[in-house]
Structures are given as structure tokens and as C-alpha cells.
T-cell receptor
Framework: GENVEQHPSTLSVQEGDSAVIKCTYS??????FPWYKQELGKRPQLIID?????GEKKDQRIAVTLNKTAKHFSLHITETQPEDSAVYFC???????????FGKGNQVVVIP | DGGITQSPKYLFRKEGQNVTLSCEQN?????MYWYRQDPGQGLRLIYY???????QKGDIAEGYSVSREKKESFPLTVTSAQKNPTAFYLC????????????FGNGTRLTVT
């Protein structure tokens, strides 16, 4: 099955700086890559996703890039704010499978 | 929350007892999922169902059981055979039929002593 790994496990950034989280996946058939944000004690919420027919997607301060050849995708957060502090999960799946494989999560801490 | 309701929020049980976690959705989604979350372990899939009266084992199904008698409901039973049941359990749903985002409930924190 699909195996998804996230690096680094913890990331501390100064407010206003950028944060980048990278995920690698193992199954070359995977074609859907969402990112979820989970604040302490709350449910994960989708923040952005990308499909394999595009290489990059942006939504305000958040962007995701995909490198299918290297089998990795990254989350970029610009101009970080304290409310960006959370655990971020990446995931991967392929059409017809309909089950997501999640990474173990990254703790992002934005220092005011 | 967001169309998926999990209850209760906190649940305490004695070792050796079976316990059932509730999950209800009003999003008209075909597919429903149960995940277990432990610190540093991410989200691990227990069971999922793509249609009523059908479900499949996920990666860590041992010690758990589910049913899907109604489209809106996907209860999870944690049996006494589950060796480490204390965890945060998340239910999710999506329209199914292909890759689409998961909508999560607020979770149930189960503590077994």
C-alpha cells in the first residue's frame, strides 16, 4: 500500500517568515494529495489539495507543489501568523482506491 | 460539526468492556471512514465503507468492528480484543467514487482503564 512520510516532524518559524513542509509518497499511481490542518483538540480540516495533472496550486498564503518524478509534494506557508501554529498532515491516494494514506504530521510553531 | 456528528466527545470504559462510538452524517455522502489518532502516529485507517451494507478493513482493523445499515450512520465498536484502545477516534466522510476531500467529525476521546 501507499506509504507517506513527512519531514521535518517539528518546525519553528518566526512570525512573518515562510514555512515549508515536505512529504514523500511511495506509490507512483497516487494522483490526489491533500493537506490537512489540525489545531489542538480539534478535527483535521482540509486547507489545500492538488491533483497530479497540475504542478502547483495556490490559495492566498498557502501553496502546494508536486513533483511526480521525485514523488514528493510540499506545503508552503508564506507570511506566517500565530494562528498558523498547528499540526499539518499530508496524504495521498489514487482514483478508485478512495482511501487516503496519511503522513505522521508536522508540528508547526509560529513564534510571535 | 460540519455535517458529521460524533458522540460522545469523551468516553471512559473499564478494560474488558466493548464500547460503541457513534458517527452520523447529514452530507449525503456515500463513503465513511474511521481513523485512530495517537500522538506522533498520524491518522491510521481502521475501517471504511463506500456504500450501505458494505465495508472494508483498513490498516489496523484488529479488535474493531463496524456496521453500515444506514447511509447516515457508521458506528464503530471497540471490542475487548483491542489491546490498546485508549486513543482519539475520528470519523470522516466523502462523496466517494474517486478522490475527494474528507470531512471529519470532532472526534471521540476514548480512555480505557
Amino acid at each position: 500500500g501507499e506509504n507517506v512520510e513527512q519531514h521535518p516532524s517539528t518546525l519553528s518559524v518566526q512570525e512573518g517568515d515562510s514555512a515549508v513542509i515536505k512529504c514523500t509518497y511511495s506509490d507512483s499511481a497516487s494522483n490526489y494529495f491533500p493537506w490537512y490542518k489540525q489545531e489542538l483538540g480539534k478535527r483535521p480540516q482540509l486547507i489545500i489539495d492538488i491533483r497530479s495533472n497540475v504542478g502547483e496550486k495556490k490559495d492566498q498564503r498557502i501553496a502546494v507543489t508536486l513533483n511526480k518524478t521525485a514523488k514528493h509534494f510540499s506545503l508552503h506557508i508564506t507570511e506566517t501568523q500565530p494562528e498558523d501554529s498547528a499540526v499539518y498532515f499530508c496524504a495521498a491516494s489514487y482514483y478508485g482506491n478512495n482511501r487516503l494514506a496519511f503522513g505522521k504530521g508536522n508540528q508547526v510553531v509560529v513564534i510571535p | 460539526d460540519g455535517g458529521i456528528t460524533q458522540s460522545p466527545k469523551y468516553l471512559f470504559r473499564k478494560e474488558g468492556q466493548n464500547v460503541t462510538l457513534s458517527c452520523e452524517q447529514n452530507l449525503n455522502h456515500d463513503a465513511m471512514y474511521w481513523y485512530r489518532q495517537d500522538p506522533g502516529q498520524g491518522l491510521r485507517l481502521i475501517y471504511y465503507s463506500q456504500i450501505v451494507n458494505d465495508f472494508q478493513k483498513g490498516d489496523i482493523a484488529e479488535g474493531y468492528s463496524v456496521s453500515r445499515e444506514k447511509k447516515e450512520s457508521f458506528p464503530l465498536t471497540v471490542t475487548s480484543a483491542q489491546k490498546n484502545p485508549t486513543a482519539f477516534y475520528l470519523c470522516a466522510s466523502n462523496p466517494g467514487g474517486g478522490n475527494s476531500p474528507l470531512h471529519f467529525g470532532n472526534g471521540t476521546r476514548l480512555t480505557v482503564t
